[in-house]
């Protein structure tokens, strides 16, 4: 086990409402990184937070946001969910520059 | 834009047998190559590669990149049920550290027969 600790582990929603998961880092880590991997895909990378501040962002649009916590732990908001979000959302824990370790993902399904 | 390419998407294969997954990458600036073990949610980190020619190995497990013709292999010799799993490769890349982004490809899917 690496540490990282996510939570939910599963949660059910409806289109249109918004979602709030969380991710504790492992020890040492101060970097958070937050993934969505659909069924059958790779994970795709959401964005980084460093410091506090978002240190990188992929092709995901604003109502995919973000904060990480003076104890490196961090959130990941959902908008207005489409039915699209449904996937496993993973986040992962590194020093800067260092390997990534994930955490367990929280399953969301959007009905 | 960084492209991670996989193959074969599926295997199906009995136990004592030997496996040879695939990973092809395009990337602007490559610094390493990296394995993962997804069984269930969480992927599970088993090789950094940097270097060409250099073989990571991990009990039956051992990976090598070659970066002239930018591809990595992972290698499974005497396969059990317990290595029956989605293995992901991916590279990161990134302005800063150069690993705010990993990149992965499909992964490919693994069935362990007994």
Redesign the interface.
């Known amino acids: 086990e ?1 540490g ?1 600790t996510q939570s939910p582990t599963h949660l059910i929603k409806t289109r249109g409402q918004q979602v709030t998961l969380r991710c504790s880092s492992q020890s040492g880590h101060n ?1 958070v ?1 937050w ?1 969505q991997q659909a069924l ?6 959401i964005f ?1 937070y ?1 410091r506090e501040e978002e ?2 962002r ?1 092709n995901f649009p604003p109502r995919f946001s973000g904060l990480q916590f003076p104890n490196y732990s961090s959130e990941l908001n959902v908008n207005a969910l489409e039915l699209d979000d449904s996937a ?1 959302y ?1 986040c ?1 824990s ?1 020093r ?10 929280t ?1 969301l399904l959007v009905l | 834009e960084d492209k991670v390419v996989q193959s074969p998407l599926s295997l199906v294969v009995h136990e004592g047998d030997t496996v040879t997954l695939n990973c092809s990458y395009e990337v602007t600036n490559f610094r390493s190559l990296l394995w993962y073990k997804q069984e269930k949610k969480a992927p599970t980190f088993l090789f950094m590669l940097t270097s060409s020619g250099i073989e990571k190995k991990s009990g039956r497990l051992s990976s090598i990149l070659d970066k002239k013709e930018l591809f990595s292999i992972l290698n499974i010799t005497a396969t059990q049920t317990g290595d029956s799993a989605i293995y992901l490769c991916a590279v990161p890349s990134g302005p800063n550290f150069g690993n705010e982004k990993l990149t992965f490809g499909t992964g490919t899917r693994l069935t362990i027969i007994p």
Request: without cysteine.
């Open positions: 690496t990282v970097t990184s993934y059958g895909q790779g994970p795709q990378f980084q460093y240190n990188g992929g496993l993973l992962a590194s800067p520059g260092g390997t990534q370790y994930f955490g367990p993902g399953r």
